[in-house]
């Protein structure tokens, strides 16, 4: 079993529509949470970054996490066209080294 | 605003070539890591460093994969002899020790033919 799980997608949306990006994990250890978007050809870029449980917001993002349940969620709001890209999750349990999941490809059209 | 530095971006080479790798990381960052990434897979760590020595390397291929970072700062990842199966993302990301995100660069695209 991997230790963190992500469907890969692809995830088409209209323009303006909300997305859900989820992960889980198996490892309780795990407690740093990050998100990164990769466009095409590109390096992963930092989203959002978490700390144990509970939820974080900036703009039109939304980090959720539930260790309960091992899992994990991102919210994109507004959606654009620009946000169409890869999205990885990415967890830690003492930020020396990082797990990701293998990515959601999302597709957001005009 | 600080960035890591990866080169080359691309890189195609024929099989049983060595091929290399070089990684400049943002200053006062002393941990360094070399992903892969195949296309559609999440990264996957290949090696980590903190400060020039290495701290993981049990997923880097030993047998043709070597990595240093001479002086704790820029890092060199080399293949020799590439294989078809190499073709993939090398990413390259760093932080300070104490605990924060990871920043990645641009990645160094290599095309085994």
């Known amino acids: 079993q991997k230790e963190v799980e992500q469907d890969p997608g692809p995830l088409s949306v209209p323009e303006g529509a909300i997305v859900s990006l989820n992960c889980t994990y198996s490892n309780s250890a795990f407690q740093y949470f990050m998100w990164y978007r990769q466009y095409s050809r590109k390096g992963p870029e930092l989203l959002m970054y978490t700390y144990s449980s509970g939820n974080k917001e900036d703009g039109r993002f939304t980090a959720q996490v539930d260790k309960s349940s091992k899992y994990i969620s991102l919210f994109i709001r507004d959606s654009q066209p620009s946000d169409s890209a890869t999205y990885l999750c990415a967890m830690s349990a003492d930020f020396n080294k990082f797990y990701f999941g293998s990515g959601t490809k999302l597709n957001v059209k005009p | 605003e600080a960035e890591v530095a990866q080169s080359p971006r691309y890189k195609i080479t024929e099989k049983s070539q060595a091929v290399a790798f070089w990684c400049d990381p943002i200053?006062?960052?002393?941990?360094l890591y070399w992903y892969r990434q195949i296309l559609g897979q999440g990264p996957e760590l290949l090696v980590q460093?903190?400060?020039?020595?290495?701290?993981?390397d049990s997923q880097l291929p030993k047998d043709r994969f070597s990595a240093e970072r001479l002086k704790g700062v820029d890092s060199t990842l080399k293949i020799q002899p590439a294989e078809l199966g190499d073709s993939a993302m090398y990413l390259c990301a760093t932080h300070r020790s104490t605990g924060t995100e990871a920043f990645f660069g641009q990645g160094t695209r290599l095309t085994v033919v």
């Open positions: 200053s006062g960052h002393a941990t």
């Open positions: 460093f903190q400060d020039e020595s290495v701290v993981d």
